[in-house]
């Protein structure tokens, strides 16, 4: 289907109930990109879409992230919870990803590592796409670099800013 190659060799995913769904296109899809195991898979998260706590999913993913220099992925419905309890880790540069433009800038500028999707405001199609995008797209460093490490600053600074 899609052959070319990608800066990542494996992918992690979790989802919770809301990106159930969403999940297991992604799964499937993954393992149809050619070349055949240019990319290895593991899947978290719900197995069903009974209701379930998003917060305990997302260490897994980012183990696997920071442990195996894994793409990540983490659905839920807005993708907003997802967010916010992947981008607590030091390491760990999370995008809320809507379009394909916010995809490849969070890769280009920000050295995204986790690409976060709102199940419901998110066609299967249009996440296979940026899906592919997140996966091949490179990091400009540069100036880029610089304000990636000042972000990474921020989440050991809370001492010092609230004092």
Not at 38 to 65: H, N, R
Not at 67 to 85: E, F, P, Q
């Amino acid at each position: 289907m899609y052959e070319q190659e990608y800066l990542f060799n494996k992918v992690a995913i979790a989802s919770d109930h809301g990106g159930f769904f969403m999940k297991r296109k992604i799964v499937k899809f993954v393992c149809s990109l050619e070349p055949k195991d240019a990319i290895t898979i593991a899947e978290y998260g719900a197995d069903s879409d009974a209701p379930c706590d998003y917060p305990d999913f997302i260490p897994p993913v980012i183990s696997d992230v920071l442990l195996d220099g894994a793409a990540g992925i983490l659905i839920c419905k807005s993708g907003v919870g997802m967010s916010i309890g992947a981008n607590r880790f030091h390491g760990i540069r999370a995008a809320l990803c809507y379009n394909e433009k916010v995809v490849v800038s969070s890769r280009n500028h920000n050295d995204a590592n986790i690409m976060v999707i709102p199940s419901e405001y998110s066609s299967a199609e249009e996440v296979f796409q940026w899906l592919i995008k997140f996966i091949s797209a490179p990091f400009h460093d540069g100036r880029h670099s610089r304000r990636v490490q000042k972000v990474e600053l921020l989440q050991t600074d809370t001492k010092r800013i609230i004092q």
